[in-house]
């Protein structure tokens, strides 16, 4: 078992920045690609970005691509997500989530994932 813990979620501007951390106990994030998932009301849970055990692959949904920019730190045990220009549309509940599996051939749906966090809620408003 791998408990998930987001942080760094808050309210803030339109153009403004936020950094979503995630952090494991259990196990350590190094045994895992690492996924971020987001969830508006009323709305399904949604793909926003996944990297690899490495760090070498990154791939991100078309709506946060040049905006958003996920990277690891084994050592310190964390995944973050700089979100950059953020628009009220990218208000949220934001998820991490772990899989174990490589994600050659799964990445982009929450079924892709094994163990998941309580979720940090992200506002902006403009």
């Known amino acids: 078992q791998v408990q998930l813990v987001e942080s760094g979620g808050g309210s803030v501007q339109t153009g403004d920045s936020l950094r979503l951390s995630c952090t494991s106990s259990?196990?350590?994030?190094?045994?895992?690609?690492v996924g971020w998932f987001r969830q508006a009301p009323g709305k399904e849970r949604e793909f926003v970005s996944v990297?690899?055990?490495?760090?070498?692959?990154?791939y991100y949904a078309g709506s946060v691509e040049g905006r958003f920019t996920i990277s690891r730190d084994n050592a310190k045990n964390t995944v973050s997500l700089q979100m950059n220009s953020l628009k009220p549309e990218d208000t949220a509940v934001y998820y991490c989530a772990v899989r174990e599996a490589t994600i050659d051939h799964g990445r982009y749906y929450p079924e892709d994932y094994d163990f998941w966090g309580q979720g940090t809620q992200v506002t902006v408003s403009s």
């Open positions: 990297i690899s055990y490495s760090g070498g692959r990154t």
């Open positions: 259990g196990r350590t994030l190094s045994n895992f690609a």
